[in-house]
Structure formats: structure tokens, C-alpha cells
Nanobody, 129 residues
Framework: QVHLVESGGGLVQAGDSLRLSCAASGRTFSRSAMGWFRQAPGKEREFVAAISMSDGSSYVADSAKGRFTISRDNAKTTVYLQMNSLKPEDTAVYYC??????????????????????WGQGTQVTVSS
């Protein structure tokens, strides 16, 4: 049974930073990709960033480039999302997900949430102005 547990969300002010964590368990993740998505009220779930667990290559959505960084700790099977210079429009529930059948080079598939096999419960991030 695969489990993804997000943590690190909270209420912050615009310009602050947060680091989200996603701890994965239940299977071997070394050849997968893991991603972060977010969903604001009344909006569709959107891609934020993803990382290959095998070689560490990462892909970040345009809306997050320059502010958000994704990283991994294979020993702990944990993925992090460092979010800097937060804006009110970053307010959302942030979800972690795993994409088991990821092949390096298929980076164009990473933003597609339908490629992901398991999802965490999400962690709320609220940015006040």
C-alpha cells in the first residue's frame, strides 16, 4: 500500500517562505517521478513541480519558476517543495503525487495529473496580503 504524507503547510504573509515535505512509503520509488500539484477553491488542480527520483532532474511550472524549488532525499524517500516569495495567489491545497511509470525524457508528461498513480491528502497553504 502506497502512502504519501504531506506536511509543512500553514498561514504566512506575502513574501514569506515555506517548505513542504512529502514522505512516501509502501513501494520502491527509485525509478518514479514525484510531483506537487495545487488546487485553489473553485479551480482545477494544477501542476507546480516534479522531480525524477532516479536522476534528480526537475521540472517547474512557469508560475513557480524562480520562486519554488523541488528536491528529493532518496534515503528518506521524501520530496520537498521550497517556496519563496509567496504570493496570495499561491494560496491552495498542495498535493504530492507519484508517477511510477516515468521514463527519463518523458518530462513533457509530468504536468499531466492523469499520469500520477497515487496522491496524498494535501496540505493547506494560505498566503495573506
Amino acid at each position: 500500500q502506497v502512502h504519501l504524507v504531506e506536511s509543512g503547510g500553514g498561514l504566512v504573509q506575502a513574501g514569506d517562505s515555506l517548505r513542504l515535505s512529502c514522505a512516501a512509503s509502501g513501494r520502491t520509488f527509485s525509478r518514479s517521478a514525484m510531483g506537487w500539484f495545487r488546487q485553489a477553491p473553485g479551480k482545477e488542480r494544477e501542476f507546480v513541480a516534479a522531480i525524477s527520483m532516479s536522476d534528480g532532474s526537475s521540472y517547474v511550472a512557469d508560475s513557480a519558476k524562480g520562486r519554488f524549488t523541488i528536491s528529493r532525499d532518496n534515503a528518506k524517500t521524501t520530496v520537498y517543495l521550497q517556496m519563496n516569495s509567496l504570493k496570495p495567489e499561491d494560496t491552495a491545497v498542495y498535493y504530492c503525487a507519484v508517477y511510477f511509470q516515468y521514463y527519463i525524457g518523458d518530462y513533457y508528461r509530468l504536468p499531466n495529473r492523469n499520469e500520477y498513480d497515487y496522491w496524498g491528502q494535501g496540505t493547506q497553504v494560505t498566503v495573506s496580503s
